[in-house]
């Protein structure tokens, strides 16, 4: 078989018993999350020096809104496809919700974004006895041990 006739599997449909609704362990969530978040330090390394040698604001700034851009279809479209980053395949995450759309899955990665950019405190929600972080509680999403 050639590789152009092969057909990539997408999430397989399953019935709402067979779901599993084990919370995934806190320390697996941060572990998944330091993980994708290496994918893009490795990526801004390995893009500076493309960088201009004078390196002003416009050269860094220009850098992070890539890395931005790449980060947000990274995350969003492996939660779409899969319901899980590279990160969460490694450490067993999966991320639930009743319907994940592309709107439900941008509200997430701002909310990723809104917690790292507050210093964290977004993902000190998930210490809460519901263990929901704020990109959960935007984007009315779960994540499940998968």
Not at 38 to 53: G, K, Q, R, V, W
Not at 141 to 146: E, K, L, M, P
């Given at each position: ?91 067993d995450v999966r991320v ?41 509680r935007l984007s009315s ?6």
């Open positions: 078989m050639r590789f152009d006739e092969l057909e990539l599997d997408g999430m397989a449909a399953v019935d709402d018993d067979e779901v599993r609704t084990d919370d995934a362990p806190r320390f697996r969530r941060l572990l998944a999350l330091l993980t994708d978040l290496s994918l893009f330090a490795a990526l801004t390394l390995a893009l500076m020096p493309l960088l201009p040698p004078v390196r002003d604001a416009f050269a860094i700034v220009s850098l992070g809104g890539f890395v931005m851009m790449i980060s947000y279809y990274y995350f969003v479209g492996s939660w779409l496809l899969w319901g899980k980053t590279i990160g969460g395949a490694i450490f639930v919700a009743d319907a994940m759309t592309p709107k439900s899955a941008t509200l997430r990665w701002l909310g990723l974004y809104l917690s790292l950019f507050t210093a964290g405190i977004g993902f000190l929600f998930a210490a809460l006895p519901s263990r929901r972080s704020l990109a959960d999403t779960c994540c499940v041990a998968a």
